[in-house]
């Protein structure tokens, strides 16, 4: 695994992550996106503090999904 200084310095940032099994980490935000998929993750620190899978919201990955959630009527069209 490389340095942390180093990947400062690359731009990537590392988000604290608590694994299901008990493990500390520090991983990359695609790295938490796969395991958030996988259900592998029992907390993550936000700059807000720690947020707990399965009990906070956690964002959606992919904004066409998000906007599949919403089912009411869209000011200015008609609903369907």
Do not use: C
């Amino acid at each position: 695994m490389r340095d942390r200084r180093v990947l400062r310095r690359l731009g990537q940032q590392h988000i604290h992550v608590i694994t299901r099994d008990g493990v500390y980490q520090h991983l990359t935000p695609p790295a938490l996106d796969v395991l958030l998929e996988k259900n592998h993750v029992m907390k993550f620190k936000r700059s807000s503090g720690w947020v707990t899978a399965g009990i906070d919201p956690i964002r959606v990955k992919d904004r066409r999904e998000a906007s599949r959630l919403f089912n009411g009527p869209i000011d200015g069209l008609p609903s369907e």
